[in-house]
Each structure stands twice: as structure tokens, then as C-alpha cells.
């Protein structure tokens, strides 16, 4: 009669301080076949640090603190800086140190260095996205200056460095650095080729800047790769933070942007008043120079992209086996592993595809990676703001409050699908591709081919794909990336993954038994051992 009225009870704990790489079956087992066995170790570690209780609170307060722009100093001089919040700068040195930016292109890399790097950005993803920003393009500038082996020889050094140097300073004095890239303009957007930034000779090697960049995220790196126009049209260029005698190169940050997704990165708006700057690569080649960023960040927005999917994933599977509802457990209830066997199905292979894109740096696929990254890069990432949608409301109410941390992955779960081009861009990318570059689709085609025989509907989606690909037009791209994605994804899982799992995946993604939400997995399948897969395990 006069027991109290807050007794906690039938709610999930917390999914914390457990091991985000172990409890992550299915990446486990990719990084085993693309040989980083001998890398386990250190993302384990990485994993450890990334659940943890610590970590999970940096991400906290790096959303719940945004950053602040600073245009002039007390005295009234511009300086253009942007205030972080400590946590931000926490998440970032652990980045660093693990390598998971620039370190894979080192002398010293080893193998499967890429593999290595795609599972620790993927894994400490966990902790907080917004930070991958800085770390991703850092990862993807390095092969775009390569283009010219001078400005490689004065930043590469700086960009491998797992030093955090947070600081901004002449190149000399810097112990490590981060790069950023500044390409859409108001005027275009992904059509670049509309862009007025002009760029004008300043000496031996220099030009100088007039323009503005509609996006520039991380606008506290050290260098930018940004497009301007020359007379034989539009080139790249490097643009310096600080000079090198200490000067601040005139970098005029307007405003950050209040956008939709993570809180914790700066995403500016500059302007360029004859700022300093050295071309890289030819006049009038700036795309080209440019592609090898976009195409590493692109392969970034992938692993970002999957990593938001495993760990909604994770906080579904994690909160039904613990909660119970009309008698039993949530994930003992039929309807409810069906839709947590659905989710974990689309994790499990947007997790192949990933790893699998990471492997093709490794093995210098040059042809394979050119279709299969642009096809992953718009299916991965279309699908996850539907997964995510859906496991925030495996948890009802409980998702919708910012504490259990679903409103944030939701907020983030559209940013990658438009980043480094749309999925029109990318759907438009993949037809021009099949229609110019037949040595591209036959490496894809072989790639899928490589499962053929282990599953009769695999098969039949194998032998629809060259009438497909022949019969595409602009207006049917979307719906022939879709395939040419399901058939990559639905090959490398027959190859794989368990056989419960591919079964599950041929017979609702490559079949018409499947319905249009999540959790319309035909009967007959074993979705309780897909759950039980998924569910991260040292957290129960």
C-alpha cells in the first residue's frame, strides 16, 4: 500500500562499455577474409573504447555543445575561427591515433591497411559521426596530392602523422594536419562545372582566390582542395590555412550552417578575397584531379552509412531481448524478429559490401571499384535512414527520446546519401560508367558472377542483369543501380555470410515475396538465428 511509485522496472540497460567490434559478427568475419586477421587485436581495443561510457558521453556533449564561429578577435582583427567543445577534440585524437585518417597510405601500411582502416572508422563511427568529417577527407586527400609530388613531399608527412595537432599554424610548425575540401557553389551545387570562383597567376607557383564555397565542412583544417576557374576552364587547387611565414591566408568563414543531421561539425560558408593558393595537377583538369578524393570520400560515406545501420541495429536487438511486452520478450514475439531479422539482414549486407569496397583499394581493383563504389554509395545509403526509422521504433517511446541516442542517428541517416553526389548523381555516375567503360561492368559483372550456383534466385537475378544494364535509360537508372546493388550484395553474402542469412536476403531481396517495410520477411525463414547474430552479445 505504500510502496513507492518510481520502481524502475522491464527496461533494457544501457548498451555500453562492451566491445562494438566483437559484438559485430558479420564485420568480424570480413575483416578475417580480407586478410586483417592480425589487426583484430587493435580493433578490439578500438571497439572496447568506442563502447565505452566515456566515449559515448564525447559524443554527447560534442552534438549537445555545437561549435561557435568567431570572425574577429577582441581587438577587432578577423581571424575566422571556430570554437569546439573539448569532447570533440577527445574524439578526434583517438581517430588520429588509431590511424583510422590518412595512415593507411604510409610506406609502412602493411596489408590490407585499407580493410584495417575502413573497420576502425567503422567501429569508432559508434562513438559519434559528425567527427568522421575532418577524418574522412584527410583519408581522401591524400591520393588527389599525389597528383603533384612537390605539395606531397610538404603535407603527406603531416597528414599520415597520427598526432592530433588542433592548432592552426605554418606548415613547418605543424606535428600533424587535417584537410578539407571546398568544391559547391550556390549557383551549382554538384554541377561544378557552374562554378565563378576564378583563380589568377601570383608569381612563380602561386594564384589567388576570389570566390566563394557554399560547403565547407571542417573549415579548422589546415589545407582545402577547392575548384576555381582558369581560361582552359576549371582546375583544383591547394588552399593553406596559414602561409608560410605564419600569415593567415585570407579565409573568411560567413556563417556555419544549421543543418540537418549530426550538431558537433562545422559546416561553413567562406568566401575567398585573393587568397593564396597552388594548383594541383593540369589547368583545366580540376575534375580529375579532384575524382580520387571523391571517390575515397565516397567510400567513407558507405562505411559511415553502415555503421549508423549496425548500430541502430544493435539498439533494436538490444532493447528486445531485454524488454518484455504481452507476456514475453520482444524478441521472442514472431512479428518482432521478423522485423529485427529484416534489419538485421540489410546491416549484415551493407557490412559485406563495405568491407569489400575497402578491399578493392587494397588489391588496386581499380575497375571494380570504379561501378561497385558508386552503385554501394547509393544503395547503402539510401537504405539507411529506413533502417534506422524502424529500429528507433522497435524501441516505441523509448526511441524518441534523445537519451537513448536514435533521434540522433535518425537526424544523421540522410546526410551521406547526399554528400560526395546525390543519388541521381550517382545513379546518372553508374550509367555513364556502363555505357563508356565496358571494362568496369565485365570486373562488376565477374564479381557477381562469383556466386553463381550457390542459390537458384541469385542465379535468375544474374542472368536479367546484361538485358537490364542494355535496356536502361536516364529516366530507369535509379531502378537498375538497385539491382546491380541486391546482385553484388546477395553474391557476396551466398559466399559468406551464413546460409540463414543469404537465404533470407535472396528470398526477399531478389524475389517479389517481400513487402515494402521492414519486417515483411516470408515464412519459413530462420529469422530467430539471424536475430541472434546481430544481437550484440558481450551486452547481454
Known amino acids: 500500500m505504500h510502496g513507492s511509485t518510481h520502481d524502475v522496472t522491464n527496461q533494457a540497460p544501457a548498451l555500453v562499455d562492451y566491445d562494438v567490434f566483437t559484438a559485430d559478427v558479420a564485420l568480424c568475419e570480413a575483416v578475417a577474409r580480407h586478410g586483417a586477421k592480425e589487426a583484430v587485436e587493435d580493433l578490439s581495443a578500438l571497439g572496447i573504447r568506442a563502447g565505452s561510457e566515456q566515449a559515448q558521453r564525447w559524443g554527447v556533449e560534442a552534438n549537445a555543445n555545437p561549435p561557435a564561429l568567431r570572425t574577429h578577435d577582441r581587438f577587432g582583427t578577423r581571424i575566422d575561427e571556430v570554437d569546439f567543445h573539448p569532447s570533440w577534440h577527445r574524439l578526434l585524437e583517438v581517430a588520429l591515433d588509431a590511424g583510422l585518417h590518412a595512415a593507411p597510405w604510409g610506406p609502412d601500411a602493411g596489408p590490407a591497411a585499407h580493410v584495417r582502416r575502413a573497420a576502425g572508422f567503422l567501429v569508432w563511427s559508434h562513438a559519434e559521426a559528425g567527427h568522421g568529417c575532418p577524418v574522412s577527407m584527410t583519408y581522401a586527400a591524400v591520393p588527389a596530392l599525389r597528383v603533384d609530388p612537390a605539395l606531397a613531399e610538404v603535407w603527406e608527412p603531416r ?8 592548432v592552426l599554424g605554418p606548415p613547418a610548425a605543424k606535428t600533424g594536419a587535417l584537410a578539407g575540401m571546398g568544391m559547391t557553389e550556390k549557383q551549382g551545387g554538384s554541377d561544378v562545372r557552374a562554378n ?13 582566390l576570389t570566390g566563394h564555397k557554399w560547403f565547407c565542412s571542417a573549415p579548422m583544417s589546415d589545407l582545402f582542395l577547392v575548384l576555381a576557374q582558369e581560361p582552359e576552364g576549371l582546375s583544383c587547387f591547394l588552399v593553406p590555412r596559414v602561409l608560410d611565414d605564419g600569415a593567415r591566408n585570407v579565409f573568411r568563414i560567413q556563417r556555419l550552417k544549421d543543418k540537418l543531421g549530426n550538431r558537433s561539425n562545422a559546416s561553413a560558408e567562406v568566401e575567398f578575397d585573393r587568397t593564396w593558393a597552388q594548383r594541383l595537377g593540369p589547368e583545366g583538369r580540376g575534375v580529375a584531379t579532384i575524382i580520387e578524393m571523391v571517390s575515397a570520400t565516397r567510400l567513407d ?33 514472431p512479428l518482432m524478429r521478423n522485423v529485427l531479422a529484416d534489419l538485421a539482414v540489410e546491416s549484415e549486407a551493407a557490412t559485406a559490401l563495405a568491407i569489400r569496397l575497402a578491399a578493392t583499394v587494397d588489391s588496386g581493383e581499380r575497375e571494380l571499384r570504379r561501378l561497385a563504389l558508386a552503385v554501394g554509395k547509393y544503395w547503402v545509403c539510401k537504405r539507411t535512414p529506413a533502417v534506422v526509422g524502424e529500429a528507433l521504433e522497435c524501441l516505441g517511446g523509448n526511441g524518441y ?22 543519388g541521381n548523381v550517382n545513379a546518372l555516375d553508374v550509367l555513364r560508367g556502363l555505357r563508356r567503360e565496358t571494362a568496369a ?32 535509360e536516364e529516366g530507369s537508372a535509379r531502378r537498375l543501380v538497385e539491382q546491380l546493388a541486391l546482385v553484388l550484395q546477395g553474391s557476396l553474402l551466398v559466399r559468406y555470410a551464413p546460409a540463414y542469412v543469404a537465404d533470407a536476403f535472396c528470398a526477399s531481396r531478389l524475389t517479389g515475396e517481400w513487402g515494402h517495410a521492414f519486417g515483411t520477411l516470408p515464412a519459413g525463414l530462420d529469422v530467430e538465428a539471424v536475430v541472434e547474430r546481430t544481437t550484440p552479445r558481450l551486452a547481454r
Open 401 to 422: 527520446v534523445e537519451e537513448s541516442g536514435l533521434p540522433r542517428l535518425y537526424r544523421e541517416a540522410p546526410l551521406n546519401s547526399i554528400w560526395e553526389g546525390s
Open 196 to 208: 565563378t570562383t576564378r583563380a589568377e597567376p601570383a608569381g612563380a607557383d602561386g594564384f589567388l
Open 301 to 333: 560515406c558507405v562505411l559511415g552509412s553502415t555503421a549508423l545501420m549496425r548500430q541502430a541495429v544493435a539498439q533494436a536487438t538490444h532493447h528486445a531481448a531485454h524488454r518484455s511486452a504481452f507476456g514475453s520478450l520482444l524478441a521472442e514475439q
Open 159 to 166: 597528414l599520415r602523422s597520427r598526432h592530433y595537432d588542433g
Open 441 to 472: 561492368f565485365a570486373a562488376f559483372l565477374a564479381e557477381c558472377e562469383l556466386g553463381r550456383g550457390a542459390d537458384s534466385r541469385l542465379d535468375a537475378a544474374l542472368d536479367g542483369l546484361p538485358a537490364a544494364v542494355k535496356a536502361a
